[in-house]
């Protein structure tokens, strides 16, 4: 263990910087996959049968391997970042509508009706009422995401989008169990932080919403 230590002491900066930047490219790809996810539940929210086609279509999304998909847009966008982006954010969007939708949906008929009653516009109802109660399920799709992206941009180094997968395959190449087994727990880190704060943030809303 003292080896590994003094190596990881001694490579420190070259840790630092593949962690940040995989940091980099999870940050970008949740920031787009917010945005995108949230235009799309807002444009099928009305209809259920809509919401449940355009879920069914990412989950198809969702269940071709990785490596496929970066395959096929290599030609298109070439090698690097911003293919690692497109295609971990068309993963994302399985994950974030299927929570959103359903975040929405499950929010009680007679609140709404209520809502309604009162006269609230349809913007003031989704504002004030349905974002709010379907907040804890909207994070527990992030949560989920963010998971999910930790892990694939470590298999991005493949097509040299950089970050701690760089470390990992540079060490299964040449054998480094330094660098595999420091690579490996960066990644493990970075997601048990991301996790433990997101489920934090999870629970505390849902303990609001029971305190209302």
Request: with cysteine; proline share 2%.
């Amino acid at each position: 263990m003292a080896d590994h230590l003094a190596y990881w002491a001694d490579h420190a900066d070259k840790f630092a910087e593949a962690t940040l930047e995989h940091l980099a490219l999870v940050g970008s790809v949740l920031a787009y996959s917010l945005i995108i996810a949230t235009l799309i539940t807002l444009l099928v929210r009305r209809s259920e049968r809509v919401g449940q086609l355009v879920v069914a279509i990412l989950g198809a999304v969702y269940s071709v391997p990785s490596l496929a998909l970066f395959s096929l847009l290599i030609p298109l966008t070439g090698l690097g970042f911003s293919t690692a982006v497109v295609v971990m954010v068309a993963y994302n969007q399985f994950l974030l509508v299927r929570n959103f939708t359903e975040g929405l949906a499950g929010v009680d008929r007679d609140i709404i009706e209520a809502a309604r009653g009162m006269g609230m516009s349809e913007r003031q109802l989704l504002m004030k009422v349905q974002l709010p109660l379907a907040l804890p399920m909207i994070v527990a799709g992030v949560r989920l995401a963010a998971i999910s992206t930790i892990g694939i941009a470590t298999i991005a180094a493949t097509i040299n989008a950089g970050g701690l997968g760089e470390i990992l395959f540079s060490g299964l190449r040449t054998m480094n169990e330094y660098k595999i087994v420091g690579g490996t727990l960066l990644c493990v880190l970075v997601a048990v932080i991301a996790h433990a704060g997101l489920l934090g943030a999870e629970t505390l809303l849902r303990k609001g919403l029971e305190h209302r």
